[in-house]
């Protein structure tokens, strides 16, 4: 039997909650190989377009290729939506124009614009080329909103009605319209000047009277998004206040788009994931990223921390005769190191996690700086105590114990201040906390441990 030979689409589940199955993509990978269309259109059906898009990040390039030529004018606008910038860029080129044509015209505005906005400027003109001149305008209207912005991020298609219509108007309006959106929540209200004032539900507006006036039924929480706004803070809204939508104005007030709550997530998860690779210091990284780009996002950071590990040596050379004196000193140091340094991750990772969700501001700042101070005292006593008994035992040397005692109290008591104060000072600056904390954070418990560990023991131990 050859693979894929029984295959159905049916058959197509995840093994392991929404992970591709692999024997469903071994059967589209020899669909691919032995250039069967039909076998593979039949597997590709039931996919989902995230789940295509996952396929295509997880095959390599000649796959992809060989695969994007073969399913041909199935290829859906989604797909590319769902696809990493990385992966995309490379996808776009292979598509046929009039595939590509037809993908993009099925698109929201706000997912043409997410598609074309980070692509270099051949690949921008050859997807506005195909819109019809409406949706060209659209886009491009949005594109000239700053990178990262509410305009950026809004969808120009928008469902709204004067302020004094009632249910039936609005119903009988929205049956007649030829250019609903795909999916919406709202009918947004608007003042003659196209200011938006309130929104109502479907389900309120599908639930009511025909005479009921649309503003009886307005929502009580009601938020209106400036187009300018930066992305992150609309992502903070829709998850503070509970939106569902929200609609967008300029700098006059009036209305100009609309933003989703899907979009609003997606922004969030990227905020969470952006924050989580930064505090590791590799930036913006996908699986898909070749050799070069990889190392070329990283070697910064490493050249920064190879810096501060200089800085760190530097102290350690000012003790290189206690060294040289007690031996034991040299064995005993990683520790105090390592253990400041992953307290110092552990309060950096609360307070950068904190300031995004801004319930670390000004009015609590101190009580979560004496907190920490108090957790790291507390937790270096009890680590404390350990190693006093571990230079004992080890070295019989309870002054040893002692000194290796005192020194990660210290220690621990500076990480957990480091940890909290240089993310809130960073971002007081107007500096990503997630983006520098870590190396200065770590540098501070290194050379702060050394010091007061080695300090330490030249004075009491010699």
Known sequence: MTPGSDQ??????????????RSAVAA?????????????????????????????????SNDRERLIHLYGR????????????????????????????????????????????????????????????????????????????????????????PEHWNVGQTIDFLRESDDLPEQ????????????????????????????VLLVDLQEEVFEVIPADQDEEEVAYAFNQYHLISAPVVDGDDRLVGVITIDDAMVVLDEEHEEDILRLAGVGESALSDSVADTSKKRLPWLGVNLFTAICASLVISQFEATIAELVSLAILMPIVASMGGNAGTQSLTVAVRALATKDLTGANVWRVIRRELLVGMLNGLCFAAVLGVVGML??????????????????????????????????KMGIDPALASGTFVTTTTDVMGFFIFLGLASKVLL
């Open 8 to 21: 159905s689409s049916g058959d197509l589940t995840r093994d392991d909650g929404y992970e591709l199955d």
């Open 394 to 427: 080890w070295f019989s040397s309870p002054m040893l114990g002692a000194v290796i005692g005192t020194a990660l109290v210290f220690n621990m008591i500076i990480a957990g201040f480091a940890g909290t104060v240089v993310p809130v000072t960073l971002d």
């Open 74 to 161: 199935e290829f859906d606008g989604e797909i590319l939506t769902e696809l990493e910038e990385s992966v995309r860029e490379d996808v776009i080129p292979i598509l046929n124009p009039q595939v590509l044509a037809e993908a993009v015209r099925d698109l929201e505005t706000d997912d043409v614009v997410d598609l074309v906005e980070d692509l270099e400027e051949p690949q921008q003109e050859a997807i506005l080329d195909v819109l019809e001149d409406a949706d060209r305008v659209a886009v491009e209207q949005s594109l000239s909103y700053p990178e990262n912005s509410a305009g950026r991020l809004m969808q120009r298609e928008v469902v709204m009605a």
């Open 184 to 211: 919406f929540y709202h009918v947004i209200l608007v003042d003659p000047r196209m200011k938006p004032i309130g929104n109502v539900t479907l389900g309120k507006l599908m639930g009511a009277r025909r005479e």
């Open 28 to 60: 589209i990978l020899y669909a691919v190989d032995t250039e069967d269309k039909e076998q593979l259109t039949r597997l590709m059906e039931p996919l989902h377009a995230a789940d295509i898009a996952d396929l295509l990040e997880q095959i390599n």
